[in-house]
């Protein structure tokens, strides 16, 4: 059964009643990114001005406008009350599983928190396994691949950050993973392994010009990465697209930008990234005036950012160095930017270069 409990987006909190009040109360605590939405009769004492930034008061009679008003504007919302009420609340609001967000209900003893729509790509079985964590409950997740204990591949293919193309075939692909049927991974090397390390013998991994040999073997469906078209139309497919990223990178003082270019060039091509899925270049603020560094981004269109030292040090990195550290104040610069600049995965530690090092981060937006 997956584990994994991440669920980063930005959250908004419903409560109808004093025990749920006090419920949204502690999750505000806990979560940083959260908005919560509390009946006026609800309350039981005033809210301190801190609270007040972060808490929409509304009155009797308004709970579905509060609704519709904020459905587009969290990742994630959790209803704590009664499973009825919301899913009559929210249907008029559904639009499809590839741009619902995360529904998780709570009972108001937070016995249980119940992942009840888009529990793969949105993220509620996530959401809703870090929910009862916090309030020592039980997440109660009914999707058959989690309860065969298996991950899905929409699951897989969202928390990577991959487009899902064509979500019609989502159904198709996963219920052959649950009959344990092959799936071929199709795709650059360094992307199909990012979908197919998730699975055992289920899924195997092939490359674009080896596939016409083993077709006739034991596949019954595939999953295209930036493919145009199936190799056999009369497989399931499932096509996706290969994630953003944003490249971190560290380099000496007066490092000319064709060195520069020459080094990102060389990852991203030993790691099957195109240029096109790169959405920006990030340093350190120490790094903000090097003409080489911004000629390089400026010749490539991509946009720049730079962060503080103080930043940096705190992102947690596979390849911290005590030198580093010593002259410019964080212990990383390259593989800390890309995943405080992403917030998401690094995807490829710090590569070594002459006078440059590169590293590469899912972008999650």
Same mark, same amino acid.
């Given at each position: ?120 790509? %949105?993220?509620?079985? +996530?959401?809703?396994?870090?929910? *009862?964590? =916090?309030?020592?409950?039980? $997440?109660?997740?009914? #999707? @058959? ?102 490249? %971190?990178?560290?380099? +000496?003082?007066?490092?000319?930008? *064709?060195? =520069?270019?020459?080094?990102? $060039?060389?990852?991203? #091509? @030993? ?95």
């Amino acid at each position: 059964m997956c584990e994994n409990s991440t669920f980063d987006g930005s959250l908004a909190l419903y409560a109808l009643t004093t025990a749920a009040a006090e419920l949204a109360l502690t999750l505000l605590k806990s979560e940083k990114n959260a908005h919560g939405f509390i009946l006026e009769s609800a309350l039981q004492q005033p809210l301190s001005e801190i609270q007040k930034d972060r808490i929409t008061i509304f009155p009797k009679g308004n709970f579905k406008k509060i609704i519709s008003d904020h459905w587009r504007n969290f990742s994630g919302h959790i209803f704590i009350m009664a499973t009825g009420i919301v899913v009559r609340q929210i249907a008029p609001l559904l639009q499809g599983k590839t741009k619902d967000p995360a529904v998780v209900v709570c009972d108001e003893k937070g016995d249980f928190a119940i992942s009840l729509l888009s529990g793969h790509i %949105g993220g509620a079985n +996530r959401l809703a396994r870090k929910i *009862a964590k =916090i309030f020592h409950g039980q $997440a109660v997740i009914t #999707t @058959a691949t989690d309860v065969q204990g298996l991950e899905a591949i929409d699951e897989i293919a969202a928390r990577k950050g991959f487009t899902i193309v064509n979500p019609g075939a989502i159904k198709d692909i996963n219920g052959l993973l649950l009959a344990r049927k092959k799936v071929a991974v199709i795709g650059h090397t360094f992307w199909s392994r990012v979908i197919s390390d998730h699975f055992d013998d289920r899924v195997i991994e092939l490359l674009p010009e080896t596939l016409h040999l083993q077709i006739e073997r034991e596949i019954a469906g595939l999953v295209l990465i930036d493919e145009d078209s199936s190799p056999d139309p009369a497989l399931p497919t499932l096509f996706l697209q290969s994630p953003k990223v944003v490249v %971190g990178i560290g380099c +000496r003082r007066h490092t000319p930008h *064709a060195e =520069i270019e020459e080094a990102v $060039a060389t990852v991203l #091509t @030993a790691h099957g990234i195109p240029w096109s899925q790169v959405l920006e270049i990030v340093s350190l603020d120490l790094k903000k005036d090097e003409p080489g560094l911004l000629e390089f981004a400026a010749a490539k269109s991509l946009p720049t950012r730079f962060f503080s030292a103080a930043e940096l040090d705190k992102v947690e990195v596979p390849s911290p160095s005590a030198k580093v550290q010593s002259v410019t104040g964080s212990s990383s610069v390259c593989e800390a930017a890309a995943i405080f600049a992403g917030r998401g995965e690094l995807l490829v530690k710090k590569e070594k270069f002459a006078r440059v090092t590169v590293a590469v981060a899912l972008w999650k937006n």
